[in-house]
């Protein structure tokens, strides 16, 4: 299945509750089946409502210190041969820049996970299928319920996106912008998912940036995040992605304490044939990082990806943990890391926003990975981070498997999590 196909798939349970959701708004205040054929009135000159402050989100709550084993895959028949591009394939990183200069935009060219898309459904016939025009404005001609948008219909959406986990300030301002002339016109759930899909693709465009790669090597990538977001799994993805680009990777198990995270990305380290550096439990994790930069360095390595531990229950340790690390590399190389990406798990909703701004705080984040968007209904809250905090999106996760991490796409993204199909507005 392409990678689209998946995602969608995957982002059903976001999807689904925003459909019944639509659904029932526009049932509880639909006039007619019949579509409108009257000239839309003029867009009422009521003023948009400033968005409320977002209520504080809750303190994050370290994960389980058990997590289950990912499933084995079987190694791949010709692991270092060059393999065809498929989507899948494709690492979220950008092509190389210099160290220093902004991370690279996104390609122009269509992103692979769009060119695999599943075979388009055979053209409607052209009376059945109305223009975008025709579609947004209630003339096309089709049965489906429409409601006329009023405030009260625009409070029921608000709640929606609310409860989706987009967060207060970024509803009230993708509602707003859905009224914004279109006050008193009767729409139907798939033009309000067209025109929902628009907007949130329009929020997270700026923020849809691959991982810079840089010209000079080793290029030091940090990972942090709190224990089970999906750190180690996504350092093994990312690995594998990285050596299928040709890139050659070495891995610092740098959440020295805890024996089975060392373990987990061994694991990790084999599936995706990269050497993973570790040291006895309780060593120092600067002193395993430093180890690693040379050996890094030694062996001509292109990239060298730092887990670190997650334990924010003792903030302060941790902040001087991460710095340690980052003062010991410097030594080497006076510009890494080049990347701090910060890992999210999507499941624990509006409670990812505080981890963004603690994170930020004990480190320099540079960009964020969210994970285990599959299988969740909160998957808006990738929206509410896009709009909050501008931080760059490099990959998202949607799978235990090596090969479930794709470069984010925020028109994909965008119609996954609204389940729209049409074009979008
Ligand atoms: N469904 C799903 N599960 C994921 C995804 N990414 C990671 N996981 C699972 O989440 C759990 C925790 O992932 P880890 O990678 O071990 O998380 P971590 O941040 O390294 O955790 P610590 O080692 O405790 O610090 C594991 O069971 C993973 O298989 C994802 O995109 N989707």
Do not use: C
């Not at 360095?297 to 903030?315: E, M, S």
């Not at 410097?330 to 909703?349: E, F, I, Q, S, Y």
């Amino acid at each position: 299945m392409s990678f689209f196909g998946k995602l969608k798939d995957r982002l059903f349970t976001s999807s689904s509750k925003l459909d019944r959701g639509l659904e029932e708004i526009v049932e509880e205040g639909a006039d007619s089946a019949a579509p409108q054929e009257t000239a839309a009135p003029e867009p009422t000159a009521e003023p948009i409502p400033e968005p409320n402050p977002a209520p504080s989100a809750p303190e994050p709550q370290p994960a389980p210190e058990s997590k289950p084993e990912p499933e084995r895959r079987p190694e791949p028949s010709a692991p270092a041969g060059p393999r065809p591009a498929t989507p899948d394939a494709v690492p979220p990183v950008s092509p190389p820049v210099t160290p220093g200069m902004p991370a690279a935009p996104v390609t122009p060219t269509a992103p692979p996970v769009r060119e695999e898309r599943d075979p388009e459904p055979a053209p409607e016939p052209a009376a059945q299928k109305p223009g975008l025009i025709g579609r947004l404005f209630g003339r096309g001609g089709d049965t489906a319920p429409r409601r006329e948008l009023d405030d009260a219909m625009l409070e029921r959406l608000e709640e929606l996106l609310i409860q989706s986990d987009m967060g207060v300030e970024t509803a009230l301002r993708v509602t707003a912008n859905i009224a914004e002339g279109r006050m008193g016109r009767k729409l139907s759930v798939p033009e309000i998912k067209d025109l929902l899909a628009g907007e949130i693709s329009r929020i997270m465009e700026p923020v849809a940036r691959p991982m810079p790669i840089y010209a000079k090597t080793p290029q030091v990538v940090l990972v942090v995040g709190v224990n089970g977001s999906g750190k180690t799994t996504t350092i093994g993805k990312l690995a594998s992605q990285f050596r299928e680009a040709g890139k050659s990777v070495v891995i610092a198990a740098g959440d020295t304490f805890r024996a089975a995270a060392v373990e987990q990305l061994q694991i990790w380290g084999d599936r995706a044939g990269v050497p993973v550096m570790t040291a006895p439990q309780g060593t120092d994790p600067a002193s395993l990082a430093y180890d690693a930069m040379t050996k890094a360095q030694a062996d001509g390595a292109d990239l060298l990806l730092i887990d670190t531990a997650g334990r924010l229950q003792n903030r302060q340790d941790l902040m001087e943990e991460l710095s340690k690390i980052v003062r010991v590399i410097r030594k080497k190389d006076p510009d890494a890391p080049h990347n701090t990406l910060l890992v999210l798990d999507a499941t624990t909703g509006q409670n990812a926003l505080s981890q963004v701004e603690i994170f930020r705080n004990i480190a320099d984040v540079s960009g964020l990975v969210m994970t285990k968007l599959d299988g969740t209904a909160r998957g808006g809250v990738l929206v509410a981070l896009a709009d909050r905090f501008g931080l760059p999106i490099h990959a998202i996760g949607v799978g235990e498997q090596i090969d479930d991490l794709a470069p984010f796409d925020p028109e994909e993204f965008a119609r996954a999590l609204t389940g729209a199909e049409g074009e979008l507005a």
